[in-house]
């Protein structure tokens, strides 16, 4: 059984940074893909970013580029994601996404599996 589980959330003021943290067990994902997605109150769930493939490959949402990398370890079983320059609006649970396949994917439905979530508060 594969299981996401999210680290790292918390509250900060505006312009700090926070780390998330995804852990794996049951399956890696060195070959797939994993990301991480938001949902804010009242919104839907949108994609942040993700990495993916054998060559690593990354994609960001725009509003998060140049703020946010994502990362992950060689074994495909972590990934990480440094925000920076946070802002009242990176307010949400955020979540993190695998996929088997190594094509990137922003829609939510194409992701197999999910970790439950961690809270995410920027205050201004």
């Known amino acids: 059984q594969v299981q996401l589980v999210e680290s790292g959330g918390g509250l900060v003021q505006a312009g700090g940074s926070l780390r998330l943290s995804c852990t794996s067990s049951?399956?890696?994902?060195?070959?797939?893909?994993m990301g991480w997605f938001r949902q804010a109150t009242g919104k839907e769930r949108e994609f942040v970013a993700a990495?993916?493939?054998?060559?690593?490959?990354?994609y960001y949402t725009n509003s998060v580029k140049g703020r946010f990398t994502i990362s992950r370890d060689n074994a495909g079983s972590m990934v990480y994601l440094q925000m920076n320059s946070l802002k009242p609006e990176d307010t949400a649970i955020y979540y993190c996404?695998?996929?088997?396949?190594?094509?990137?994917?922003?829609?939510?439905?194409?992701?197999?599996?999910w970790g439950q979530g961690t809270q995410v508060t920027v205050s201004s």
């Open positions: 996404a695998a996929r088997a396949s190594q094509r990137i994917m922003v829609v939510a439905t194409f992701y197999d599996y």
């Open positions: 990495i993916g493939g054998s060559a690593g490959n990354t």
């Open positions: 049951g399956r890696t994902f060195s070959s797939g893909v």
